[in-house]
């Protein structure tokens, strides 16, 4: 499958984590930027994508993202568009030959009444 460069339309900024150095400071790292693409970002269609995750009704929205090939994203890394902060849970999946990569991310709110 090769890249269409046409439909990559979307900025998407790459992250990347970093940890504080020390046993005490475990889980209070940071992100910092890696670079910001061109992407092609497509949700996946809706389901009944809620599960209970300690007592919370969490739904995930899953979507495709689809960039040129690079060689430095892996999938501890993650991806904001916009508002939208996604964990990559899959890939990278390399398209054609070195043409570009293919990643399923999902972000996460918390399901129901938002009041």
């Known amino acids: 499958m090769k890249l269409d460069a046409r439909k990559l339309d979307r900025r998407v900024a790459i992250e990347r984590p ?3 150095p020390g046993f005490l400071s475990a889980g209070s790292g940071t992100w910092e930027p890696v670079a910001t693409v061109w992407a ?3 949700d996946a269609l809706p389901s009944r ?3 209970l995750a ?3 009704n969490v739904a995930s929205r899953p979507a495709r993202v689809r960039m040129r090939y690079r ?5 501890a890394m993650r991806f904001v568009i916009g508002s ?3 964990q990559i ?3 990278p999946a390399e398209l054609g ?3 570009g990569l293919e990643f399923m991310v999902e972000d996460y709110s918390v399901a129901g009444n938002s009041a």
Request: aromatic residues 0%; negative net charge.
């Open 84 to 86: 939208r902060v996604m």
């Open 71 to 75: 060689d430095d994203v892996t999938p």
């Open 40 to 42: 092609s970002v497509e």
């Open 54 to 56: 300690d007592g919370i």
């Open 97 to 99: 030959r070195r043409d």
């Open 49 to 51: 994508a809620e599960r």
């Open 18 to 20: 970093v940890t504080k």
């Open 89 to 91: 849970i899959a890939g």
